[in-house]
């Protein structure tokens, strides 16, 4: 493929961060339809656009492959970000100014240097500038992938699985070496969210006289307090264990990080030298329990007859619903349980692809092209992104990317959803040659095997 220009993916970059399409969870934020437009302009397409509420746009553009029955390729991006605390950012969150070699901005890794890079190498077969896929490329830029993609890909996959073609996919999330020079990191699994909202009732009263009330705000805090100090089921997965014996890691702490007994230990020495990658470890590692979310009483004088409190709860694949539960009645017991309600906003399992097939050697080709070793080093992620809803479907799903390094894989961690997030020049070039590479390789391979 002739280069992309440095310019022409930066600026794309910079206008997608500029859009703000800001995804709070409520239904009316997220306006991604501003970088739907973005995109109509930049490919000089309209696109199949859906729109199930209001400024929820997600797109799909479509290049028609060559062979009928060929397996599709499919692009897919986000464009929605989360929301930010400008007071804690170095520059402003929203304007993508360059500074230092890096375009600071919220979505800068997460991940519209991924959307941008996969639009850029698009637009050169839906211009004829690259010949034709066997199997259809298909670019699908999704709202909502930031709150579950009620308004994204889970609108699509029920109501539009036509757009969105289940045989390979790329997204996110893409990361930088986690030791220089080993293998390139190649999302292959995620946990799965459970995500639920607490509630607790109480009786209103005047809060002058509180003796023996009955507080559903204290009632709630004490579950959280309880939930909070108490101790994460382990599961270490196979994913885990082919994450940490390639990525580099010493023998020793390597056979503690797989070995349920040793492994909070091992999780607590890491965290001295890399908090990050302690995080990161845990994650992987644990169901885990986050508050996020504490909403409850009218006024100061009241006595709150309400409480509710978000729980974001991340299953390891192989866990499920039922850990969840187990976990919650150990914690707080049947008796206190029994009292509170508890609500399903979003849920479903962890799932991982294969390491291996027609795309995966894509991407080794280009791995090989770009970083001069086709090592690939499969991973787990602790987050969870629209790859479940394809996987569901059957679709192998990767993420990937290459950076320069100018920013360690903790670091990088640290700024999915935090301050100052940011992403080097010369990572979104590496980034847009290394997937367009691995595009042109995938039509080589299939065109070579038929
Ligand atoms: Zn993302």
Redesign the pocket.
């Known amino acids: 493929m002739a280069e992309i220009a440095t310019g022409e993916v930066v600026e794309l970059l910079q206008t997608l961060i500029r859009n703000r399409c800001v995804n709070d969870g409520n239904d009316d934020s997220g306006h991604e339809h501003r970088s739907v437009t973005t995109l109509q302009q930049y490919l000089g397409a309209e696109g199949e656009v859906v729109e199930p509420h209001p400024g929820r746009q997600s797109v799909v553009f479509t290049v028609p492959g060559t062979t009928p029955g060929a397996p599709s390729l499919l692009l897919l991006p986000?464009l929605d970000v989360v929301p930010v605390t400008p007071s804690g950012w170095s520059w402003d969150p929203f304007a993508a100014e360059v500074h230092d070699g890096f375009v600071w901005g919220r979505g800068a890794i997460?991940?519209l240097n991924i959307t941008a890079a996969m639009a850029a190498l698009f637009s050169r077969y839906l211009s004829g500038a690259m010949p034709p896929l066997p199997g259809d490329l298909v670019l699908a830029a999704v709202a909502d992938?930031?709150a579950g993609g009620v308004f994204g890909v889970g609108w699509l996959s029920e109501h539009r699985p036509d757009l969105l073609p289940a045989d390979f996919v790329l997204t996110?999330?893409a990361t930088p070496h986690v030791v220089p020079g080993g293998g390139l990191p190649v999302t292959v699994a995620e946990k799965g969210p459970s995500w639920k909202v607490l509630a607790t009732r109480g009786t209103p009263g005047h809060a002058s006289q509180p003796y023996r009330s009955d507080n559903a705000l204290v009632t709630l805090a004490e579950v959280i307090g309880l939930l909070d100090a108490a101790t994460e089921p382990v599961a270490v997965s196979p994913q885990w264990v082919t994450f940490v014996t390639g990525a580099g890691f010493s023998d020793d702490l390597a056979s503690r990080l797989v070995d349920p007994d040793r492994l909070d230990e091992a999780i607590d020495e890491l965290a001295a030298s890399d908090a990050p990658v302690a995080r990161f470890a845990h994650a992987c590692t644990h169901l885990t329990v986050a508050p996020t979310v504490f909403t409850s009483g009218t006024k100061s004088n009241v006595i709150p007859d309400s409480a509710e409190a978000h729980l974001d709860m991340r299953l390891v694949p192989g866990q499920g619903e039922s850990d969840v539960v187990d976990h919650l009645r150990k914690v707080l017991g049947p008796g206190r349980l029994d009292r509170i309600e508890v609500i399903d906003k979003v849920t479903g399992p962890g799932n991982a692809s294969p390491a291996d097939g027609v795309l995966w050697e894509a991407i080794g080709d280009a791995a090989e092209t770009h970083t001069g070793s086709r090592e690939r080093l499969p991973m787990l992620i602790p987050?969870t992104?629209d790859a479940r809803h394809l996987r569901g479907r059957g679709a192998v799903s990767y993420g990937v990317g290459l950076f320069d390094d100018r920013m360690g894989f903790g670091e990088m961690l640290s700024l999915f959803h935090g301050n100052d997030e940011r992403v080097s020049i010369g990572s979104l070039t590496a980034t847009t040659a290394l997937l367009a590479t691995t595009v042109a390789r995938f039509g080589d391979r299939l065109a070579e095997a038929t």
């Open positions: 986000h997460d991940m992938e930031e996110e999330i987050v992104t």
